[in-house]
């Protein structure tokens, strides 16, 4: 009886959060954090992909940081420095060098928070992906339009439409 229950119990989470296995930006969060990495994943193919979005990540921060600080006129980034800068040219129009040489982060054993200070792009990432709302304000307006949403009437929502419906709802006065 007690498996039954434990089996049962388990094919429901299974159902319910398979779909969440295949968001990009869930991998993404997941690998970013030092505990996990890539020990979750099963299958080479999806440990693969998970290092790509990953070297993606860590590429569109790189990218940022770098337009802004050009827009400010950083020097470090000016054609005039050329003296410090320690990759090839042809590697940073394509795939930025330093965020293929983060990718060591996953050889590293350390599984603990601080151990990203020694790999400051993936930090970013995890930064960005694990940073939460300063204020409750926001999530309350959006439970309270939730509520108005997910009526009895309206209980079989699917978790997208749901979440198309909110969105289309609180972001209404954009049109």
Not at 33 to 62: C, G, T, V, Y
Not at 66 to 74: L, Q, V, W, Y
Request: a negative charge; hydrophobic letters at 40%.
């Amino acid at each position: 009886m007690l498996a039954l229950i434990a089996a049962a119990a388990l094919n429901g989470i299974t159902r319910r959060f398979a779909q969440f296995e295949q968001r990009d930006d869930l991998i993404v969060a997941s690998v970013s954090h030092p505990h996990f990495k890539l020990r979750w994943i099963e299958n080479d193919a999806d440990r693969i992909h998970a290092k790509f979005l990953l070297l993606q990540a860590m590429q569109s921060i790189d990218n940022t940081t770098s337009s802004t600080r050009a827009a400010a006129g950083d020097e470090s980034t000016g054609s005039g420095s050329s003296f410090f800068c320690f990759y090839d040219s042809a590697d940073h129009g394509d795939g930025n060098a330093q965020s293929e040489m983060e990718l060591i982060y996953f050889s590293d054993p350390a599984h603990d928070i601080s151990s990203l200070q020694r790999h400051p792009l993936v930090m970013k990432v995890f930064i960005q992906k694990y940073t939460g709302l300063p204020s409750s304000a926001p999530v309350e307006r959006l439970f309270s339009v939730g509520g108005q949403i997910l009526t009895s009437r309206r209980n079989k929502l699917s978790d997208e439409h749901f979440e198309m419906l909110l969105l289309l709802r609180v972001n209404k006065h954009l049109v």
